[in-house]
C-alpha cells in the first residue's frame, strides 16, 4: 500500500487547510486510516482516524470541534483543519491500519511521506 498526501502549507492563526491522502495498492485489507503529526522536537501524536466499516471517528482532544476527517471509498481520508492556532504547526502524516487501535501509531502498516503546515501567528 502506498499512500500520497497533500495539502499543507502556510496560513495564519485562524485559518483553515484541507488535507488530503490517497491509498493505492491492496486497499481492499484496510480497518481504517488515521491523521497523526509531529512537531519539531516532539514525538509523533495522534491527531484523528476514521474506521470504515462504520464511519465513525476519533480524535484527540487539543483538535476535536476544530478538525473533521472524512473519507472515501475506505483508500482516500481528509483532513478539515478549521480554526488553526500557532501549536497545530507540525508535520502531518496519514496512516493506514489493518487493524483496531486507531489513537496507537504502533497499530498502523503503512504511512505517508508527511505534509508540513505552518500556522503563523
Known amino acids: 500500500v502506498q499512500l500520497q498526501a497533500s495539502g499543507g502549507g502556510l496560513v495564519q492563526a485562524g485559518g483553515s487547510l484541507r488535507l488530503s491522502c490517497a491509498a493505492s495498492?491492496?486497499?481492499?485489507?484496510?480497518?481504517?486510516m488515521g491523521w497523526f503529526r509531529q512537531a519539531p522536537g516532539k514525538e509523533r501524536d495522534f491527531v484523528a482516524a476514521?474506521?470504515?466499516?462504520?464511519?465513525?471517528t476519533y480524535y484527540a482532544d487539543s483538535v476535536k470541534g476544530r478538525f473533521t476527517i472524512s473519507g472515501d471509498n475506505a483508500n482516500t481520508v481528509y483532513l478539515q483543519m478549521n480554526l488553526l492556532k500557532p501549536e497545530d504547526t507540525a508535520v502531518y502524516y496519514c496512516?493506514?491500519?489493518?487493524?483496531?487501535?486507531?489513537?496507537?501509531?504502533?497499530?498502523?502498516?503503512?504511512w505517508g511521506q508527511g505534509t508540513l503546515v505552518t500556522v503563523s501567528s
Open positions: 496512516a493506514f491500519s489493518t487493524s483496531a487501535g486507531l489513537r496507537e501509531p504502533s497499530r498502523y502498516d503503512y
Open positions: 476514521i474506521r470504515w466499516s462504520d464511519d465513525t
Open positions: 495498492g491492496r486497499t481492499f485489507s484496510s480497518y481504517g
